[in-house]
């Protein structure tokens, strides 16, 4: 042990006594291991940003957006003949929108639903306390709430009565409590929405999104909402499949007119191995009751995040060859300025070996120097890395996540590369004879 403390310490004196070629050395070290740092904190990022994005959505869903802009869109997820125009003979062909009755139907013809829920979204004023704010309010069904992942932090969820009747009931958003009731609790409390009163039953518990995830996957902030049962809304609000004297007039000629009962359906599959399938069904069977009329989208954001994961995976793979690319070119550095360094010295080593040293401290000396150098060069890289991380995401808006392993990863490392690359010039620099290397000047 004293020996092996011994040669460290002449390799800390070679060190300092070379410090920019040490510096230089250790240049290739720095760069490469704040390559992997960053490398590393961008993927680990992007893999928390898609299981964000799949907590939001919830596992194996199917989502039907009806589509009231220009009737041409998507099935596309779903493999439906585009080849049916949302036009015959001049005038536009009639479809009943998206419905709770296409919401029953469906969940008789596929079998594989596991749990499914239309939602109605409306935008009203809502009053309450002698506050006034516009805010979306979202018209649900039962299963909402575990479909979206979605906690009731206090009171309790809609009750089967509520549901069935229409009860002048709601449950609000954490945000929504936060801003109409002040360090107050929002359970029985009165809100005004348009031009119904309805009584708070619930708060959902507060959930943490981005708003890059929320606009990516096509949803809106759970928690500055009010939800009121499906039943509440056709029966007090408005029930769009039914036609009234507010409909009667130039309706039929706005391309914008919003005909759809329902403005979004939610189906979780069972299976996953059979989304796709699925999603044909009810593709082939909107398509059917709506005359031919694309007036709906068909998504399956899992398949969506799914590629998208693939993408990020082939993308940190090119990250780490890139990284591993300059660890390598770092070590190569230090293997030929070590044994550069061995050339310079070779008096310094038959002066040792004279005086009775022997060849395994030659190889500790030079073996010691090469790994400290790395090992400072990882620090100095490890902080490089970090720094570079968050600028990246400062700049670009790429997630960044640093862990500690892979502080750890760097440090090993940048460990086994100088222990690799400097065993090498450290075996040649012992196995010098010191009469020939005391004779070279």
């Not at 999603?279 to 969506?304: F, Q, T």
Request: aromatic fraction near 6%; charged fraction near 20%; glycine fraction near 10%.
């Amino acid at each position: 042990m004293d020996r092996l403390i011994f040669n460290f310490g002449l390799a800390i004196e070679g060190i300092i006594a070379n410090r920019l070629r040490a510096f230089l050395t250790a240049l290739g070290i720095i760069f490469g291991v704040a390559a992997v740092v960053a490398m590393l904190g961008i993927g680990s990022g992007a893999q928390k940003a898609i299981m964000e994005q799949m907590k939001l959505i919830g596992a194996n869903s199917i989502v039907i957006e009806s589509n009231i802009e220009s009737g041409d869109g998507a099935d596309q997820a779903a493999g439906a003949d585009q080849e049916s125009s949302n036009s015959e003979n001049g005038k536009r062909k009639w479809s009943p929108g998206l419905t709770m009755l296409d919401l029953d139907n469906i969940k008789v013809i596929v079998p594989t639903i596991d749990k499914s829920g239309g939602e109605i979204s409306m935008r009203y004023s809502v009053i309450a306390n002698g506050m006034q704010s516009k805010s979306n309010c979202i018209a649900i069904e039962p299963a909402f709430f575990e479909l979206n992942n979605l906690q009731i932090g206090s009171g309790k969820n809609f009750s089967q009565s509520n549901m069935v009747n229409g009860n002048s009931v709601c449950i609000v958003g954490k945000s929504i409590e936060t801003k109409f009731f002040r360090g107050e609790s929002a359970i029985g409390k009165k809100i005004k929405v348009g031009n119904n009163w309805l009584s708070v039953v619930g708060v959902i518990k507060q959930r943490i999104a981005s708003q890059e995830n929320l606009e990516k996957l096509g949803l809106q902030d759970y928690n500055l909402n009010v939800y009121i049962p499906i039943k509440t809304a056709l029966l007090r609000f408005k029930n769009r499949s039914k036609i009234t004297s507010e409909d009667v007039g130039d309706n039929d000629s706005d391309p914008n007119h919003n005909y759809h009962q329902l403005d979004r359906v939610v189906l979780r599959i069972s299976d996953s191995k059979t989304l796709q399938a699925s999603a044909d069904i009810v593709g082939r069977y909107l398509k059917r009751k709506h005359n031919g009329v694309n007036d709906y989208n068909i998504k399956i954001p899992e398949l969506l995040i799914q590629q998208q994961q693939k993408t990020q995976e082939t993308f940190n793979i090119v990250l780490a060859v890139i990284a591993g690319i300059s660890l390598l070119v770092g070590g190569i550095g230090i293997m030929n300025i070590m044994l550069a360094s061995v050339l310079e010295r070779i008096k310094e080593i038959g002066i040792r070996r004279s005086i009775g040293a022997q060849k395994q401290d030659i190889v500790f000396q030079f073996l010691f120097e090469a790994v400290t150098i790395c090992f400072i060069g990882g620090l100095v890289g490890v902080i490089l890395g970090i720094v570079t991380a968050k600028l990246i995401s400062q700049s670009s808006g790429i997630p960044t996540v640093i862990s500690w392993w892979s502080i750890v990863l760097s440090f090993g490392v940048a460990f086994i590369v100088g222990l690799i690359f400097g065993l090498f010039p450290a075996k040649r620099a012992s196995e010098y004879d010191p009469i020939i290397a005391l004779r070279t000047n």
